[in-house]
C-alpha cells in the first residue's frame, strides 16, 4: 500500500494540485488580512463598530464552510476563482474577531500612560496597541489559516483543483492508494500550517509579553 | 480545468433562478425534514459520546499535570487534520465501511479538543480557597470533585459545549460526501444535480441550526453562572 501511495505522489500532476492547494490557501489568506486587518483598526476605538465585527464574525463561522463553497457555485460560476472568493470569505471572520478583540483587550491604563508620555494616536497604535495584540492577532490568523487550507480540500467540488481532486478521484474510482494519498497530503499540510502558524505567533509575541506572561502562570 | 462538460454546467449555473419554491414545498416532507433530522442525530450524537470521552480524561488531565500535554498534543493533531481528509482517512480503514459511522468517529475527534481543554480550564478556575473550605467542612477528595469542582467548572464546560456543537454542525455537512446523510446531503446533490435551491436549503438549515444551538447554549452557559449574572445587574 505504501509504495502504491508513492506512486501517486510521483504522479506528474501531484505538483500541481499541491501547488493549486497551497495557491488557493495563501492568496485567500493574505487577502482576507488586507481587508479583515483595516477593518479592525477603523473600529478598535468604537464600542458598537465592535460589536458588530464580533457579531458578524460569529454569524460568519456559523456558516458550514461547505455551504459557502457550494453556494459560490451558482453565484460565481465552477473553477479556480469562485472557489479562491469562498475560500477568501471563509477566512475574515476568525481574523476580523481576533484583531478587533485583542486591539479593544488593550489595558486603558497603559494608553493613558503613553498618552501622558506625549504618543500620538497613531503612535500608539504602532508601538502599544498593535504590538500588545500581536499575539491574539497572530492566533485569528493560525486558526484561519488552518481552517483555509482544509476547506481548500472542498474546492474540488465546485472545480476549484488543489488536493481535494485526489481524494474525490480516489473516492469515485475506489482507488484506496489515491484516496489516502490525497489525505495524508492535506494532513500534513494542515498540521505544517499549524506548527509553522505557531512559531510565527510566538515570534511576533514582544518579548515584554513573554516575560509577563511567564509571571502570570 | 479545461474540461468541456465542465464549461457547459457554468452555462446552465447562470440561468438566474436559485429558489425553487415549487420544489421546496414538494419536497419538504421527504427531502428536507429526514436531512435536517439526520443533521441533528450526528451532531447531537457525536458531541454526546465526546463528552462521554472528554469529561473522564478532562479531570484526569487537570489532577495529574503530566498527562495534560499528551492529551493536547494526540488531540490537538486529530484537530488540524482537515475533515474530508479525515473520512477518507477513516473508510480507508479495513471493516470500516461508508455511512454515519465514520462521520460520527471522526465528529468525536474534533471535539474532543475544544471539550477536553474547556474542562481543564474549568476545573483550574475553582479557587484553591474554596477547595480548602471544602476540604475543611471535612468533604472527601471524591465529594470535592462532584460537588464543588465540577459543578463551579460547569459554565466553562458548556462553553466547550457550544463551540464544539456549531463546529461540529457546520463539518457534519462534509460528512454526506461518504454517505453519512444530513443537510451536506441536500448540498451534495444540489451541486450534482446543478440545482441551487437544494444547495440553499442545505445551507441556510445547517447555518441556522448552528445558530440556534450557539443561542440555546449561550443562555444555558449564563443560568449556570449566577454569580456573574448578579455581578452584572
Known amino acids: 500500500m505504501l509504495s502504491k501511495i508513492l506512486e501517486v505522489y510521483a504522479r506528474p500532476d501531484f505538483p500541481e494540485k499541491l501547488r493549486e492547494h497551497v495557491v488557493l490557501s495563501l492568496v485567500a489568506l493574505l487577502v482576507a488580512v488586507a481587508i479583515a486587518m483595516p477593518v479592525a483598526l477603523t473600529i478598535r476605538n468604537t464600542r458598537l463598530g465592535a460589536a458588530i465585527a464580533i457579531n458578524i464574525g460569529n454569524v460568519g463561522r456559523a456558516v458550514p464552510s461547505l455551504a459557502i463553497l457550494a453556494l459560490a457555485l451558482p453565484l460565481l460560476g465552477i473553477g479556480f476563482a469562485s472557489a479562491l472568493v469562498a475560500l477568501t470569505a471563509l477566512a475574515i471572520p476568525p481574523i476580523l474577531i481576533n484583531a478587533s478583540t485583542g486591539l479593544r483587550e488593550v489595558n486603558k491604563d497603559i494608553i493613558d500612560a503613553a498618552r501622558g508620555m506625549g504618543l500620538s494616536g497613531g503612535q500608539i497604535l504602532t508601538r502599544i496597541q498593535l504590538p500588545i495584540a500581536a499575539p491574539v492577532i497572530f492566533a485569528g490568523i493560525r486558526t484561519s489559516a488552518v481552517q483555509t487550507v482544509a476547506s481548500a480540500t472542498l474546492a474540488t467540488f465546485i472545480g476549484g483543483g488543489g488536493l481535494g481532486d485526489l481524494i474525490v478521484e480516489g473516492y469515485s474510482r475506489r482507488g484506496p492508494e489515491i484516496l489516502l494519498a490525497g489525505a495524508i497530503a492535506v494532513a500534513i499540510l494542515a498540521i505544517i500550517t499549524e506548527v509553522g502558524f505557531g512559531a510565527l505567533e510566538r515570534a511576533f509575541t514582544p518579548k515584554g509579553l513573554k516575560i509577563a506572561q511567564k509571571r502570570g502562570r | ?233
Open chain 2, 1 to 233: 480545468m479545461s474540461n468541456p462538460g465542465l464549461l457547459l454546467l457554468q452555462d446552465v449555473l447562470e440561468e438566474p433562478e436559485l429558489i425553487d419554491w415549487e420544489w421546496l414545498r414538494e419536497n419538504f416532507w421527504e427531502d428536507i425534514v429526514p436531512a435536517f433530522q439526520g443533521h441533528i442525530f450526528l451532531s447531537f450524537m457525536s458531541v454526546a459520546i465526546a463528552l462521554v470521552i472528554a469529561l473522564p480524561v478532562g479531570v484526569i488531565s487537570a489532577r495529574y499535570r503530566k498527562v495534560y500535554p499528551p492529551v493536547t498534543f494526540v488531540t490537538g493533531i486529530l484537530y488540524s487534520i482537515p475533515s474530508l481528509a479525515l473520512f477518507a482517512i477513516l473508510i480507508s480503514i479495513p471493516g470500516v465501511a461508508i455511512g454515519p459511522a465514520p462521520v460520527i468517529i471522526a465528529l468525536v475527534a474534533y471535539s474532543l479538543l475544544i471539550l477536553i481543554r474547556n474542562t481543564v480550564a474549568g476545573i483550574d478556575s475553582v479557587p484553591p480557597e474554596t477547595i480548602d473550605a471544602a476540604r475543611g467542612m471535612g468533604l472527601t477528595n471524591r465529594q470535592i470533585l462532584f460537588r464543588v469542582e465540577l459543578p463551579l467548572a460547569l459554565p466553562i464546560i458548556v462553553a466547550g459545549i457550544r463551540i464544539a456543537t456549531v463546529t461540529i454542525i457546520g463539518i457534519a455537512t462534509i460528512g454526506a460526501y461518504i454517505n453519512g446523510g444530513g443537510l451536506g446531503a441536500l448540498i451534495f446533490d444540489g451541486i450534482n444535480r446543478q440545482f441551487p435551491t437544494m444547495i440553499i436549503a442545505g445551507a441556510v438549515l445547517a447555518t441556522g441550526l448552528a445558530i440556534v444551538a450557539d443561542v440555546l447554549l449561550l443562555g444555558l452557559e449564563r443560568y449556570l453562572r449566577p454569580w456573574a449574572r448578579a455581578r452584572r445587574t
